[in-house]
């Protein structure tokens, strides 16, 4: 309401100015404006008091419109001053923002308002203003200003949506980037034209969720214009906005992420194959082997069936690595996997559990004949020789094989039988199978304890040469010995070579045992000619399997210099049936040591099945006749008759003839009547040790 003084006295009119001029400072207070006027034609300016406080200036002191123009920041000056003197000329309303540096150096916002007051002759008389500092407004504005933008200009899709219909009331330019649709477009559609797979019942679950939550998150499936598709996650919060219940919708495409679930999956997937399977056949390995079996006993226990555990060891197979290399190895193991599963069912679990050791679960057996028949089989598929990038090699397998319930019925003793009956087909012969029995545990048990001591006699050379006096039949004098070995074990006392010689045999410590008696045997054997005792010639067991070691005649000769040991001395036994289990190979190494002067005897003749070709080939110098056949002599009719004929074959192929095992006088006159020049047996002398040989030859 204006106020009316014109007809007030002057006491009254001063009172009603000082109460209006009150009430201004108030609105300028709340409104933080401050007032000010410029008198033209003085160019005096007053300011209110706020002016001052606003402007940063002691209130009172001398301002001028120049005061205003040099605060103002250089920036905005030239467009101050423009806009002062446009509304002069015109007596236009006068609005702008600027930026001031206050006298205390702080800069803030002002924005400035004013207007041109004229006289009755419309002379300008007056400029009015106002300055509000907006310095906090334009900082609030600002941001939010910089928020928009940043949303705006996002790659996430961000939408706003009507909370009733879901109709689109604000979408940012990564929403039309991401699905194809101009923003135009968009805010004419609806949530559910870019999510057409989101049903009803979904939408009804989400509502009631953010109901309670405000927020929430879920994926879905967008649909581009062009109709591809792919996943988003949305971040969901309820606003109000332009005076409307909304939601805003914070999309992210998530087919990356997708993506990477997918392939970790994978990875993961592909982690746990190879930590199941055998790497080299994609078996399963043992873990899983062991998982299955674990398995299998539950259901076989629950439906009351039968099942068996197959063992099975390639027999040749580390010659095979050793000698040809692990690349031949490998395919050896690749093709026997390929053979081994083409003949089993599809329930049947083949697995490698490491080496050339396999395994079979054959499930639901009913009797032994069906298992010994996969066995059989198994077996079979190794006949064909097993052709490799560049060899032909003839592998067999030994399997061992034991039952549930009938054997056992734990895991761990399964697989103990198992590999207790597979060793028994080794020691069978290999090539074959064997079904697990209990005396075969007690066997394996002694088995592996006599082994075990064995490796401790070897490294302890608890081993002693004995030497049985082989002698002229006719004349009666000692022509050689023959080298015994003997086992004095601290404990028990002497072992004799049949207890201890086929395991030895068996896990190549032969070859360690066979050393040691040739160094005692050469050695005894110098001494005894220096003495001049006269002991002949020296006859060494020897076994194929050393005879097959790469270095062996190197270290025959070494030791032959170390004990200054004729060669002319020597001569080496080697069984029959050791010879004829690979002739060409035997005729090859024996001829070697031949040459060198060596005498060969082919040892425990009659109990193998010689060919009469190998023989004559073979370079030989005597046949020993097996003591089995002098055994029953002259009893056994048959035994007379072997030994004749053996005697016979050996005067044909020019070879010396030694006989075993003479016991009796009626033994030693049958092979004297019958021509065979030599004999060695207890009838002459047991294997004794060295002393009692040189009192034997002392005594001669
Ligand atoms: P072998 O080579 O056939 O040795 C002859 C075996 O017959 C010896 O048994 C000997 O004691 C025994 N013997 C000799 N005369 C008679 C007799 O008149 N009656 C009876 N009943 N037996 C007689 P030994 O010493 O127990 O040796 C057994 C087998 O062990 C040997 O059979 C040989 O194959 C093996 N062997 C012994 N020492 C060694 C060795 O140093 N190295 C190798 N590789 N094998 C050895
Ligand atoms: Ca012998
Ligand atoms: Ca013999």
């Not at 060669?567 to 035997?586: D, I, K």
């Not at 004559?616 to 009893?635: A, E, M, N, T, V």
Request: with cysteine; net charge negative.
């Amino acid at each position: 309401m204006p106020i009316d003084i014109k007809n007030d006295s002057p006491d009254i009119a001063l009172k009603k100015l000082k109460a209006r001029e009150s009430i201004l400072r108030q609105f300028e207070e709340i409104a933080q404006l401050g007032s000010w006027e410029v008198d033209l034609v003085t160019k005096r300016s007053i300011w209110s008091k706020k002016s001052y406080e606003i402007y940063g200036l002691p209130y009172g002191s001398d301002v001028s419109i120049d005061t205003f123009f040099t605060m103002v920041l250089p920036a905005y000056l030239p467009k101050a001053k423009e806009l002062f003197a446009q509304a002069m000329q015109t007596g236009k309303m006068l609005k702008f923002t600027c930026k001031l540096r206050r006298t205390d150096g702080e800069v803030r916002d002002f924005f400035i308002n004013a207007r041109v007051i004229y006289d009755a002759e419309k002379n300008p008389l007056k400029l009015i203003g106002t300055t509000q500092d907006i310095t906090e407004i334009s900082a609030i504005k600002e941001e939010a200003k910089d928020l928009a933008t940043l949303l705006e200009h996002s790659s996430n899709e961000i939408y706003i949506v009507d909370m009733e219909s879901l109709d689109y009331l604000y979408v940012n330019e990564g929403a039309s980037a991401a699905l194809g649709y101009t923003k135009e477009e968009l805010l004419h559609m609806n949530v559910r034209d870019v999510s057409p797979f989101i049903s009803t019942e979904e939408i009804k679950y989400l509502r009631k969720s953010l109901k309670n939550t405000k927020h929430a998150i879920v994926r879905s499936v967008h649909q581009r214009k062009d109709a591809s598709r792919y996943p988003v996650q949305a971040y969901i919060h309820t606003l109000e906005y332009k005076h409307k219940h909304a939601y805003v919708i914070f999309d992210t495409d998530f087919s990356e992420i997708v993506r990477l679930e997918e392939e970790h999956k994978e990875q993961a997937e592909l982690m746990e194959y190879q930590a199941y399977h055998d790497t080299l056949t994609g078996l399963p390995n043992r873990a899983l082997f062991k998982d299955r079996l674990q398995q299998i006993i539950i259901t076989s226990k629950r439906y009351k069936q039968k099942f068996a555990l197959l063992f099975i060891d390639l027999d040749q197979f580390k010659k095979i690595n050793d000698s040809l290399g692990h690349h031949v190895g490998d395919e050896v193991l690749i093709e026997t996997a390929k053979r081994f599963q083409t003949i089993l069912r599809e329930e049947d679990t083949l697995s490698r559990l490491g080496g050339d050791e396999f395994t079979v679960i054959l499930k639901n057996i009913k009797t032994k004949k069906d298992i010994a028949k996969v066995a059989q089989k198994l077996i079979n598929s190794m006949k064909k020789p097993l052709a490799t990038k560049h060899h032909t090699l003839h592998i067999s397998s030994s399997i061992g094989i034991s039952t549930y319930p009938d054997d056992a019925s734990t895991q761990n003793d399964l697989i103990k039988f198992a590999d207790t009956a597979m060793y028994k087909a080794k020691e069978e012969g290999r090539n074959n199978f064997q079904f697990y029995s209990s005396e075969m545990t007690e066997r394996a048990f002694e088995r592996v304890v006599l082994e075990n001591s064995l490796r401790v006699a070897v490294k302890e050379k608890q081993f002693e040469a004995y030497f049985q006096p082989q002698y002229d039949a006719q004349k009666e004098t000692i022509v050689g010995m023959e080298a015994l070995v003997r086992w004095i074990h601290p404990h028990v006392g002497i072992i004799s070579p049949g207890e201890f010689i086929p395991l030895a045999q068996e896990s190549g410590l032969i070859i360690e045992i066979d050393k040691l008696v040739m160094q005692q045997a050469m050695e005894q054997f110098s001494q005894w000619y220096e003495k001049g005792l006269y002991p002949g010639v020296l006859a060494l067991n020897l076994s194929m399997r050393q005879l097959n070691e790469n270095n062996f005649i190197t270290d025959l000769l070494e030791t032959m210099d170390t004990y200054n040991f004729k060669a002319s001395w020597l001569e080496l036994e080697v069984t029959e049936g050791q010879v004829m289990s690979n002739p060409e190979q035997s005729i090859k190494k024996l001829s070697r040591l031949s040459k060198l002067g060596i005498e060969i005897a082919i040892d425990d003749f009659g109990t193998g099945y010689s060919s009469l070709s190998y023989l004559k080939k073979l370079p030989l110098s005597k046949l020993k006749i097996d003591q089995s056949f002098i055994r029953d002599i002259p009893k056994s009719e048959d035994d007379i008759a072997i030994t004749k004929a053996i005697i016979a074959l050996g005067k044909s192929l020019n070879l010396k003839l030694i006989a075993e095992g003479v016991e009796t006088k009626e033994q030693r006159d049958f092979i004297v009547d019958n021509r065979c020049e030599y004999i060695q047996g207890y009838y002459y002398s047991k294997p004794l040790n060295s002393e009692a040989i040189t009192h034997l030859l002392e005594a001669n």
